[in-house]
T-cell receptor, first 114, second 115 residues
Framework: RKEVEQDPGPFNVPEGATVAFNCTYS??????FFWYRQDCRKEPKLLMS???SGNEDGRFTAQLNRASQYISLLIRDSKLSDSATYLC???????????????FGQGTILTVHP | NAGVMQNPRHLVRRRGQEARLRCSPM?????VYWYRQLPEEGLKFMVY????????ESGMPKERFSAEFPKEGPSILRIQQVVRGDSAAYFC?????????????FGPGTRLTVT
């Protein structure tokens, strides 16, 4: 089983749509959770950290369910510029020195069309 | 505040040559991480360094790959005797502290092509 699993998509949605991405992680020792976005052939850019209480940043809402080991990202009112690959990222602190290691999902491809 | 800088952005090497990839972290960041993204694959952790120390190299291939982060200067990822399978995008990230809840910020990457 992969450490971090995402639906690869692709998701093709019209402008203005609401789209949701899901992610599951296998290691219950996971401590920190993030969503990054990656444009074609570019570096990953931090979109938002994900907290147990859930958090919102403009059109983006992230949720974490530790019991189910599940993370979600909701994008409202999609824009053309939201087209990218969305990466679910987990940091596992398994003790010792491994806390620096980010584990990435394969990414979910989103295309927003006019 | 300049972001994470990497150079070169593109590097072409013939099989058997050495590749040196450089990374300068964001100002004020003393923790550096290297990741590799093979074609059509996700990013994979390679190594985590602080100044003059390797903290976690669990993702580094056992042979030909080494990394350093000297007291002065950028972090270097070195690949000796490159093979075609080393062709990938290599990303460096930095964070101000080494705890898990600090976000990591990525550089633009070095695209290595081995011919």
């Amino acid at each position: 089983r992969k450490e971090v699993e995402q639906d690869p998509g692709p998701f093709n949605v019209p402008e203005g749509a609401t789209v949701a991405f899901n992610c599951t992680y296998s290691n219950s020792a996971s401590q920190s959770f993030f969503w990054y976005r990656q444009d074609c052939r570019k570096e990953p850019k931090l979109l938002m950290s994900v907290y147990s209480s859930g958090n919102e940043d403009g059109r983006f809402t992230a949720q974490l369910n530790r019991a189910s080991q599940y993370i979600s990202l909701l994008i409202r009112d999609s824009k053309l510029s939201d087209s990218a690959t969305y990466l679910c990222v987990v940091n596992v602190n398994a003790g010792g020195t491994s806390y620096g290691k980010l584990t990435f999902g394969q990414g979910t491809i989103l295309t927003v069309h006019p | 505040n300049a972001g994470v800088m990497q150079n070169p952005r593109h590097l072409v090497r013939r099989r058997g040559q050495e590749a040196r990839l450089r990374c300068s972290p964001m100002k004020g960041h003393s923790h550096v991480y290297w990741y590799r993204q093979l074609p059509e694959e996700g990013l994979k952790f390679m190594v985590y360094l602080q100044k003059e120390n390797i903290i976690d190299e669990s993702g580094m291939p056992k042979e030909r790959f080494s990394a350093e982060f000297p007291k002065e200067g950028p972090s270097i990822l070195r690949i000796q005797q490159v093979v075609r399978g080393d062709s990938a995008a290599y990303f460096c990230a930095s964070s101000p502290f080494g705890q898990e809840f600090y976000e990591q910020y990525f550089g633009p990457g070095t695209r290595l092509t081995v011919t």
